[in-house]
């Protein structure tokens, strides 16, 4: 079955921090992804990658930093963290052709203090 | 940019009512996707649409794409408390790995 795995579910950091959240996917899949959701806001992309060591801007990538070094592993960094970052955390991933369904991990809900 | 507008936000039904939840995208799209989030949960896959004027069926759930591909539509007949949740719609306006724009999603809440 189909496992994209978050490192944590929950994660409480302090302003000025650097965080690390990790995502595995276990499918061979190309395309690797990161949201944010807030309430009232839906899912926005922070950033994605198509292919290892390669990287996109999403929506709102400011602040936030990636790495993808082999290709199941897609890892989003908070180079300083700030309480506007308090969120939950969406790591998707997805094969790369004709716009196929992204398969989602349980999310880390993160906390800045 | 691409923008997806859902609405409405929120639809409080009784069970056994229809529900509706409509998206609308600023532009062509090539594809759509719906998904659903149970409260606690993460998005689920539900379908993609491609065509134009495409209706596909899962049971109770009914899906159409709008004949200018810029909208489209998720019908629930005779809801059930198991179809509480946030349901998602998801456009994308090209073939390759563009991430997908998400609506903002519609919470469906059903009240026995």
């Known amino acids: 079955d189909v496992k994209v795995t978050q490192s944590s579910r929950y994660l409480v950091k302090r302003t000025g921090e650097k965080v690390f959240l990790e995502c595995v996917q276990d499918?061979?899949?190309?395309?690797m992804f990161w949201y944010r959701q807030d309430p009232g806001l839906g899912l926005r992309l922070i950033y994605f990658s198509y292919d290892v060591k390669m990287k996109e801007k999403g929506d709102i990538p400011e602040g936030y930093s990636v790495s993808r070094e082999k290709k199941e592993r897609f890892s989003l960094i908070l180079e300083s963290a700030s309480t506007n970052q308090t969120s939950m955390y969406l790591c998707?991933?997805?094969?790369?052709?004709?716009?196929?369904?992204?398969?989602f991990g349980d999310g880390t809900r993160l906390s800045i203090l | 940019g691409q923008q997806v507008m859902q609405i409405p936000q929120y639809q409080h039904v009784q069970e056994g009512e229809d529900f509706t939840t409509y998206c609308n995208s600023s532009?062509?799209?090539?594809?759509i996707q719906w998904y659903k989030q149970r409260p606690g949960g993460h998005p689920v896959f539900l379908i993609q649409?491609?065509?134009?004027?495409e209706v596909k069926k899962q049971k109770r759930l009914t899906f159409q794409f709008g004949e200018a591909k810029k909208n489209s539509s998720l019908h629930i007949t005779a809801t059930q408390t198991t179809d509480v949740g946030t349901y998602f719609c998801?456009?994308?306006?090209?073939?390759?790995?563009?991430?997908?724009?998400f609506g903002k999603g519609t919470h469906l809440i059903i009240q026995p």
């Open positions: 998801a456009g994308s306006s090209g073939g390759g790995a563009d991430g997908l724009t």
């Open positions: 649409l491609v065509k134009s004027g």
């Open positions: 499918m061979d899949h190309e395309n």
């Open positions: 998707a991933s997805s094969f790369s052709y004709h716009n196929q369904p992204q398969h």
């Open positions: 532009t062509t799209l090539s594809n």
